[in-house]
């Protein structure tokens, strides 16, 4: 993780506080640094499965890891939603305050990399939502896993959320075209880019398909070789 955009994340997280929390603010910090030290952890777990697998197999399956932590004005719209009352406690109940997102190359990496991932004796996973083989309506693929880890700070261990996201490249290309789109864009009475949108969805799956059906049979010849 880049110091500058730790530094930054940390801050952000920890110097803004909603309003609701703010005659709880030091606790509120705290409860946010948790949350960034649980992403960190769980980052840290991930470049080391693919250190490993470089050694082992020559080739890293992961291409990139993304964390972001959900921002004040997020957290307060969730819970709204959701209708919780704006309370410190019910912080826990938001899954995906610590969020981590895992680029992978191929289809397999994701379900190899989940795998391996949660097979891990401290990681406990709580929910897995498949929208590779069940995509959301909109076309939206990717593989979720809510999963909890102990933290160990200085005078204590905290069980932290954190929610998991992995993909392939070519899923979160589309994935961040999708948010441009909901969130950046007014498209009222264009909804005909939606379900062009949708269409890519398609096309972008059946890719990557071909992608590792390619590269499975590259191996296949390469076995016959040797």
Not at 12 to 25: G, L, R, V, Y
Not at 82 to 88: D, R, S
Not at 199 to 220: F, P, W
Request: hydrophobic share 35%; aromatic share 8%; charged share 30%.
């Amino acid at each position: 993780m880049n110091v500058d955009f730790e530094r930054t994340l940390l801050n952000e997280s920890t110097e803004t506080i909603p309003q609701e929390f703010i005659d709880q603010a030091n606790l509120y910090r705290r409860v946010m640094q948790r949350y960034y030290a649980a992403i960190k952890q769980v980052q840290t777990k991930l470049e080391i499965l693919n250190d490993e697998l470089q050694v082992t197999t020559k080739r890293t399956p992961i291409e990139t890891i993304k964390v972001r932590l959900k921002s004040p004005e997020s957290i307060i719209k969730k819970m709204t939603k959701q209708g919780l009352e704006k309370t410190l406690e019910n912080l826990d109940k938001i899954t995906d305050i610590a969020g981590v997102r895992v680029i992978t190359t191929y289809i397999d990496d994701i379900y190899d990399i989940a795998y391996m991932f949660a097979q891990q004796a401290d990681v406990t996973v709580i929910k897995i939502k498949d929208y590779i083989k069940r995509p959301k309506a909109n076309g939206y693929r990717s593989l979720h896993l809510e999963v909890e880890t102990p933290v160990y700070f200085s005078t204590e261990k905290s069980i932290m959320k954190v929610e998991v996201q992995i993909r392939t490249i070519a899923m979160d290309f589309w994935a961040s075209l999708e948010h441009d789109m909901k969130y950046k864009v007014i498209i009222n009475g264009h909804d005909h880019l939606k379900d062009e949108l949708k269409a890519c969805s398609e096309v972008i799956h059946q890719t990557d398909i071909r992608m590792q059906n390619i590269k499975r049979k590259l191996k296949e010849l390469k076995d016959e070789v040797i």
